[in-house]
């Protein structure tokens, strides 16, 4: 079982800055890649972004290249997102993932886990 805890999220203005952290902890073994979902009012959860646990390659929503940023830090196990001047189309739930690989008993399908999510509001 693997823990995420998401922190950062708050009520900013458009053109402001936010960075959100995700810690992760348990059975953190296998952990291939993390990510940041976000689920707007009415729309569907989309991928923000995503970084590779053992590469560190990273990839993109287009709504936010040039402005989000992934990192992450090993030793402490956590995954940030930098986000800069943001806007109010950026408001939503943001969701920290991470994903397992699979065995036999998933039928080789990844194992998804996820934090309980962070509020973003981007309104002047």
């Known amino acids: 079982q693997v823990q995420l805890v998401e922190s950062g999220g708050g009520l900013v203005q458009p053109g402001w800055s936010l960075r959100l952290s995700c810690a992760a902890s348990g059975s953190i073994f296998n952990v291939y890649v993390m990510g940041w979902y976000r689920q707007a009012p009415g729309k569907q959860r989309e991928l923000v972004a995503a970084?590779?646990?053992?590469?560190?390659?990273?990839n993109y929503a287009d709504s936010v290249k040039g402005r989000f940023t992934i990192s992450r830090d090993n030793a402490e196990n956590t995954v940030y997102l930098q986000m800069n001047s943001l806007k109010p189309e950026d408001t939503a739930v943001y969701y920290c993932?991470?994903?397992?690989?699979?065995?036999?008993?998933?039928?080789?399908?990844?194992?998804?886990?996820w934090g309980q999510g962070t509020q973003v509001t981007v309104s002047s």
């Open positions: 993932n991470a994903k397992k690989s699979g065995d036999r008993n998933s039928r080789y399908r990844p194992y998804d886990y």
């Open positions: 970084i590779s646990s053992g590469s560190g390659s990273t």
